[in-house]
Nanobody, 121 residues
Framework: QVQLVESGGGLVQAGGSLRLSCGVS????????MRWYRQAPGKQRDVVAT???????TYADSVKGRFTVSRDYAQNTVSLQMNSLKPEDSAVYYC???????????????WGQGTQVTVSS
């Protein structure tokens, strides 16, 4: 069974850094766009960063200049380097990816289980 497995969340002081990673577990044919979302309590889940199969990246305005998304194409992983963290960055962070599990299969959207990031002031 194909899954996205996240790691790297935790508690950090404001101004600190964390790095989140997400890997694909199981056999797949190809990966399309990979994304990071976050959801704070009582708020909707919002996209934070995206990276295409060609390496093109986009960021939410609130994290531009502080967060960097990257991919390891050999390992089928996506990472999110988060610097200069603020208390308002506290949320559950979710990995999301469009995966093709076979050569004649359509791209399907998968979600990770989420990892908590807490930034203390």
């Amino acid at each position: 069974q194909v899954q996205l497995v996240e790691s790297g969340g935790g508690l950090v002081q404001a101004g600190g850094s964390l790095r989140l990673s997400c890997g694909v577990s199981g056999s797949i044919f190809s990966i399309g766009i990979m994304r990071w979302y976050r959801q704070a309590p009582g708020k909707q889940r919002d996209v934070v960063a995206t990276i295409t199969s060609g390496g093109f990246t986009t960021y939410a305005d609130s994290v531009k200049g502080r967060f960097t998304v990257s991919r390891d194409y050999a390992q089928n992983t996506v990472s999110l380097q988060m610097n200069s963290l603020k208390p308002e960055d506290s949320a559950v962070y979710y990995c999301n990816a469009d995966l093709r599990i076979g050569p004649y299969k359509p791209l399907e959207e998968y979600w990770g289980q989420g990892t908590q990031v807490t930034v203390s002031s």
